[in-house]
């Protein structure tokens, strides 16, 4: 996949693409078959610091980290982005979500992983 700006980290995407964050960026959305889909800054018109960890979650939203601003972000496909996780952050690195609605977020300052219940609906 040529023309990223400062590839950091990836993610699966439940349709076979993935999401990949680019290092004082963007985040782009690919398909299986590897064509950009969508550029999240220009889809949602949000501006990120540093975009880090991606992940997605069992709905198909798009979670990101962003360093700089010591935040997580959840994009649904449709509608607005979600601020998940605002304090309590000192350098977000890779995430991971589980089936269960829980978000792991590996800290680069603290050398830790934080957990965070973001999701209430049941399976």
Known sequence: VPNLH????IGP???????VSEECGDVKVF??????LCSLSSKYGHQ????AGV???RDGSILVADEQRRTVHLFPEHGAPICLVSTGLRRPAGMACSSSGHLFV????EN???VFKYCVKSP
């Not at 400062?6 to 980290?9: A, K, V, W």
């Not at 590996?106 to 300052?109: F, Q």
Request: aromatic share 10%.
């Open 6 to 9: 400062g590839p950091r980290y």
């Open 13 to 19: 995407v439940p349709s076979g693409g993935f999401v």
């Open 31 to 36: 398909i299986s078959s590897h064509e950009l």
């Open 48 to 51: 990120f610091g540093n975009p």
């Open 55 to 57: 992940c997605v979650d």
């Open 106 to 109: 590996a800290d680069a300052v």
């Open 112 to 114: 830790c992983v934080k």
